[in-house]
Structures are given as C-alpha cells and as structure tokens.
C-alpha cells in the first residue's frame, strides 16, 4: 500500500523559505495529483495547495503567492516551498495523496517559525 | 471560498452510545462534494467518509455519513473505543478546499 514520509527541517527562521519534501512509497507517484496540507497548533486543517505528476498545479489564494509546489517522479518526491514565513506558518505540515479529498496521509512533520 | 462549522465542538458520550455531528456550510456544497476524517492525538487524519455518504475502503458500517445542500451529518451508531478522536468534515466541491474547525469526540 502506498504510504507518505515527509521530510525537511523543523525550525525556519522568520523571513526565510520553508522547504519539505514527500516521499512516496508502495506505489507510483505518476497519474495522481498529491497535496500539502498543514495543522497549527491546536487548530484546523488547511489545504495548502496541489500538484498533478505531469506539472499542474492549484494553490490556496490565501498563501499563493508565496508557495510553490514541485515534484521530481524519477524519486517519487514531490516538494512544498513557502517563501518569507512568519510565525502564522508554524504548523505541522502534512503531505497526501489526492487534489481535493485526500487518502492516504503522511504522518506529518512539525515546522516552527522562530528565530 | 466556503466555510464550514462543525457542531458541537466537542461531544461527551459513552461506549455503545449513538453519535451525532454536524458540519454546516456557508454555501451550498456542489454535488454532495463533502468528506469526514478522523483525526487521533498525534496521528494524520485518516478518510472516513466522501462524497458525503459513501465509506471509505475499511471503514466499519457504524460510520455513516448524510446531507445535501449546506447541511452535512456523520453519525456513529455505536460508539467503540477507539473511535473517540476529533473528526474534521471537508468540502471539495470548489477550491479553495476547506475544512471545518473539528469536533472533539471525549468519553
């Protein structure tokens, strides 16, 4: 069965990009589209944007200018960036498999925004 | 973009007892587009129920999902043990996706 690891570092400082990366194993990562989402602390979900493996892309209005999501299908990653973040980005960080409804989930990976 | 509330924000019930919760959206949800997750401590959410009615692969039959419209419902007819968890309802049907804020089912 397909399973999602993330991974990348778990403290940005202020002003800088933030930079994870989704493996995906058990399965292809060709012909699905693949999502990041993340979790404040002790708050909802929210979808932060998608990626199909051919290229296209949809991302949340309300971080889009700062996000770009990539994927690399030779080593079955895909790839969140988030520019100039701030502590409103602390959050754990979620990868998934699906545009809009979202099965299966990484276990996710906390990324806090501190100097 | 649609916001969704969930209600109540948090359920206490106990074991065998019948569970109700609501999700209610700003908006209309296009084509019954509504999803719930099941999220526990320390875990990812999990997909429960989509298309508003339909099981995920695996999930038990106690777990059913109804509404139209902007009025979601997830019922759990008999609650075990381990479905005591916070359960996230999600709309699809337009971007950009939303989710509602989550209610916490406690013992």
């Known amino acids: 069965q397909v399973q999602l690891q993330e991974s990348g570092p778990g403290l940005v400082k202020p002003s800088e990009t933030l930079s994870l990366t989704c493996t995906v194993s058990?399965?292809?990562?060709?012909?699905?589209?693949w999502s990041w989402i993340r979790q404040p602390p002790g708050k909802g979900l929210e979808w932060i944007g998608y990626?199909?493996?051919?290229?296209?892309?949809d991302y949340n209005p309300s971080l889009k200018s700062r996000v770009t999501i990539s994927v690399d299908t030779s080593k079955k990653q895909f790839s969140l960036r988030l520019s100039s973040v701030t502590a409103a980005d602390t959050a754990v960080y979620y990868c998934?498999?699906?545009?809009?409804?979202?099965?299966?989930w990484g276990q996710g990976t906390l990324v806090t925004v501190s100097s | 973009e649609i916001v969704l509330t969930q209600s109540p924000g948090t359920l206490s019930l106990s074991p065998g007892e019948r569970a109700t919760l609501s999700c209610r959206a700003s908006?209309?949800?296009?084509?019954?587009?509504l999803a719930w997750y099941q999220q526990k401590p320390g875990l990812a959410p999990s997909l429960l129920i989509f298309?508003?009615?339909s099981r995920a692969t695996g999930i038990p039959d106690r777990f059913s999902g109804s509404g139209s419209g902007t009025d979601f419902t997830l019922t759990i007819s008999r609650l075990e043990p381990e479905d005591f968890a916070v359960y996230h309802c999600q709309q699809y049907g337009s971007s950009p996706y939303t989710f509602g804020q989550g209610t916490k089912l406690e013992i």
């Open positions: 990626m199909y493996y051919s290229g296209s892309t």
């Open positions: 998934a498999r699906g545009a809009a409804m979202y099965d299966p």
């Open positions: 298309a508003a009615s």
């Open positions: 908006q209309s949800v296009s084509s019954r587009y």
């Open positions: 058990g399965g292809s990562i060709s012909s699905y589209y």
